[in-house]
């Protein structure tokens, strides 16, 4: 069989990702296996129609599609993300359908989940079959055990392909709602108590909802807020993933855009920060995504930390889930506070008026008291893995990160409470013993809320 390999590294052959479609070649040459770096060739493919023809007809011409990339930030790099963006753009959608996908992934299984949901989505949306999808922790290749794995996967994918097996999708069409919001007269606006307002949005003039409610947030505000497009930014393009920036955050960039000092000077320095964008597809625009991508500069290590956010988003967006996931697990790594979400797939306009001014005065509040929600399971998973992988094989690599981590204390593993080890192992040695095994399945209730009502009684003694 004939597949096509769409490469979604920057870094071209020269990506851990691409090893393994190398690894495939040699276990199974009766296959052939073409690699297009769409990633790293982006701006060629925008630019010249005839590339993008020639990268289509080979993908009319083959048997299956294999979309191959490394993670970036929850998801695919944003050139990666551009190049599914020009399938819709150009109508080329019918080139895809009917034909066998393949998911494939390299990370350090950071959020591995929304990557893969959003390309089936893709997939899905194109019409194509899903034959079947993996993700490789990076150095899986030097492991025999999971090279074994990987052989059984690729073999399980050939056998679908090859007895055209039926695949059901995963994710309906997104229905998109026909409505023009339209942004009435702001009676009360909300002070800003002299916190630092940033709005920062992708905007082009034919996005009507998404400039109403931008335009709608700047009159909930009494004092002028700063709002920047990044279209009139200088980005030159997205992360290379050169890890240049690992030893001290210097990036690769730095001097040749406007990136680092937009970053450090509007971003660090707001208290309110609102992001603003259409759905393209089943995420925002790959503008947003080489935004995202380019905080990389300041690698793991949380650069918001107190800020307020709120997302004025244009789309249905209660229909893409990942997505919401995505933007909240962002701002919880960054140990900033997600005030909500203001989309306009819900409600007439004096609805999403009131939402918008409602957001506005919660994030003033919010910024006032320095409120911060308490982290979910979103923010914890993902800064238990980062401390884990930075004090370990991350550190190599990652300097400043390491600094910077012991720094903020994040390196709390919980064998460093001596105390709670040394009670875990008396209770072990006692628990042994059955009458006291006994007693203590019978105090287990009463014992779990016994520190609670301690705590009450103190706080009030009289009630």
């Not at 009159?219 to 009139?232: G, M, V």
């Amino acid at each position: 069989m004939k597949f096509i390999v769409l490469n979604g590294s920057p870094k071209g052959a020269v990506s851990v990702t691409m090893q393994y479609i190398h690894f495939l070649e040699k276990r199974f040459p009766e296959h052939s296996f073409e690699m297009i770096h769409v990633a790293q060739r982006i701006r060629k493919i925008e630019k010249d129609q005839k590339t993008f023809n020639e990268i289509l007809d080979k993908i009319s011409n083959a048997d299956a599609v294999i979309w191959a990339f490394p993670l970036y930030v929850y998801l695919v790099h944003a050139h990666y993300k551009r190049f599914i963006e020009l399938i819709f753009e150009r109508n080329t959608m019918g080139v895809f359908a009917g034909k066998h996908a393949v998911i494939f992934s390299t990370s350090i299984k950071f959020y591995d989940i929304t990557a893969h949901n959003y390309i089936h989505a893709v997939c899905d949306d194109l019409k194509m079959n899903m034959a079947g999808a993996y993700t490789a922790d990076m150095p899986d290749l030097t492991k025999v055990k999971e090279q074994k794995r990987f052989t059984l996967f690729a073999e399980h994918i050939f056998q679908v392909i090859n007895e055209k097996q039926p695949v059901q999708p995963r994710f309906s069409p997104l229905i998109k709602r026909e409505f023009i919001y339209k942004p009435g007269v702001v009676n009360k606006p909300v002070s800003s108590m002299g916190k630092r307002v940033v709005l920062v949005s992708d905007a082009l003039d034919e996005d009507k909802n998404l400039n109403g409610m931008i335009q709608r947030f700047q009159k909930s505000i009494a004092q002028d807020i700063r709002t920047i497009n990044l279209h009139e930014l200088s980005i030159k393009g997205s992360c290379r993933g050169c890890l240049h920036c690992g030893y001290d955050f210097e990036c690769a960039y730095d001097g040749k855009d406007d990136y680092r000092q937009f970053w450090e000077e509007e971003l660090e320095t707001a208290d309110i920060i609102v992001i603003a964008g259409t759905i393209r597809d089943r995420y925002l625009s790959s503008l947003w995504k080489c935004f995202f991508d380019r905080r990389f500069f300041h690698t793991h290590t949380p650069r918001l930390m107190g800020k307020q956010i709120v997302y004025l988003i244009a789309g249905p967006l209660s229909q893409i889930p990942n997505l919401r996931m995505i933007l909240e697990a962002y701002m919880e790594l960054e140990m900033a506070n997600v005030v909500g979400f203001i989309v306009d797939e819900f409600g007439d306009s004096p609805d999403i008026d009131l939402w918008i001014t409602k957001h506005a005065a919660d994030a003033v509040q919010f910024s006032v008291e320095k409120y911060i929600k308490p982290v979910t399971f979103l923010g914890i998973a993902a800064r238990k893995l980062f401390r884990d992988e930075i004090y370990g094989r991350l550190r190599m690599v990652f300097q400043a990160d390491y600094r910077e981590y012991k720094k903020l204390g994040l390196f709390d593993f919980p064998q460093k409470k001596i105390g709670l080890r040394l009670i875990n192992g008396i209770a072990g040695i006692l628990l042994r013993i059955p009458i006291i095994r006994k007693k203590f399945r019978g105090y287990m209730k009463t014992g779990m809320i016994m520190s609670h009502q301690r705590v009450l009684k103190t706080l009030f003694p009289e009630v």
